[in-house]
């Protein structure tokens, strides 16, 4: 009896986990994404296939320490990314209101993206147990690749960094 028990357990707990997607890889397809920005727009990656590349950089919460710093960063030393073919975002799942109050904050003058369904952050494999984003960095090619993922930004230098990355990656110049 405690053998069946067992077993019952397991299939249970088999089946009723959720399956988790699989993690992304420089070379996939960067899943397609439709959200809300806090300049009043709605993005889709979809929109830039084929037109241009596209950094997608997942923050964990607006107002906090580290992604204060990281969005102070990109809109400080924009310039330095804004040299390459390239559209920027910044992405959370914080509400829109939310992430809107914190461009104005942080004087970003790019799109910040709003996921609060978390459908795109699972989809990047970016969800964090405890329901934020992790800090990644995807950079998306023109053809819709990932052509990088950085997965230790560094919040101070993210604009430096980024800059840097785009060179590496080859991605043509304005």
């Not at 249970?12 to 920005?37: N, Q, R």
């Not at 964990?60 to 804004?82: D, Q, Y």
Request: proline share 5%; glycine share 8%.
């Amino acid at each position: 009896m405690a053998l069946i028990r067992s077993l019952t357990l397991l299939l249970t707990l088999t089946f009723a986990l959720p399956v988790l997607a699989e993690e992304l890889e420089v070379g996939d397809p960067a899943p397609d994404f439709t959200l809300a920005a806090s300049d009043g727009n709605t993005y889709s990656l979809a929109d830039f296939k084929d037109k241009q590349a596209v950094v997608l950089a997942w923050y964990p919460r607006a107002f906090t320490s580290g992604c204060t710093v990281e969005c102070k960063s990109l809109a400080e030393n924009g310039h330095l990314i804004r040299e390459y073919d390239v559209s920027y975002f910044m992405a959370s799942v914080d509400p829109l209101a939310e992430n809107q109050r914190f461009a104005e904050e942080t004087g970003a003058d790019f799109p910040l993206l709003s996921d609060p369904d978390k459908g795109a952050a699972e989809a990047y494999g970016v969800l964090a147990g405890a329901g934020y984003a992790k800090r990644h960095t995807f950079y998306i090619g023109v053809d819709g690749t990932i052509l990088k993922i950085d997965t230790s930004v560094q919040p101070a230098t993210a604009a430096q960094d980024m800059a840097a990355a785009l060179g590496e990656l080859g991605v043509a110049k304005r």
